[in-house]
């Protein structure tokens, strides 16, 4: 039994060991990241802001790639109903490909993502995560009007969603 509390002990400082060496590999890059937000009208159901960010972003060549409807899950863990709230993934490839040509570190931001959520009080906000300006300025100009160009259908999408402009 002393044998085995030992080797427990033993893998425990190594696990931990190997975990202080992972992160120590780990780097850090600071941005600064805006999060848009703007509350959809009250007349505007949640399907129907869905139906117009998916139309808007149509419209804008940007591509639906998924959407992760994390409200289910929540009920699934909890066994109660919860709040609805999605996160929808959108993508322009081309505009994608430029941004990782010049700065690989740019994946993060992508898929473009806006979610729409329910508050505590029933009322729905579009919201997402925006680039600062300073990290697109720094782009070359070709990327950098497309980055402009992804940024500005995002914003007309998020605006269409909350007022249930198709």
Known sequence: MKKIQILLVVMLLAMTQIASAAEDELSYTNVQLQIASIQVQDDISF???VESLKLRANQHNLKFVGVNKLYKEI???????????????????????????????????????????????????????????????????????????????????????STGDL
């Not at 993508?91 to 994946?107: E, F, P, S, V, Y």
């Not at 070359?140 to 998020?158: G, L, N, Y």
């Open 47 to 49: 399907d129907d802001a």
């Open 75 to 161: 009920e699934a863990l909890t066994g109660k109903p919860a709040k609805r709230m999605e996160i929808f993934n959108f993508c322009d490839g081309l505009t994608a490909n430029k941004m990782l040509a010049a700065d690989h570190m740019m994946i993060a931001f992508m898929p473009c993502r806006i979610a729409i959520i329910e508050d505590k009080a029933g009322k729905r906000w579009v919201i997402s995560m925006m680039m600062d300006l300073k990290m697109i300025k720094a782009l070359p100009e070709d990327t950098r009007k497309s980055a402009e160009k992804v940024m500005a259908a995002m914003k007309d999408m998020m605006v269409a969603a």
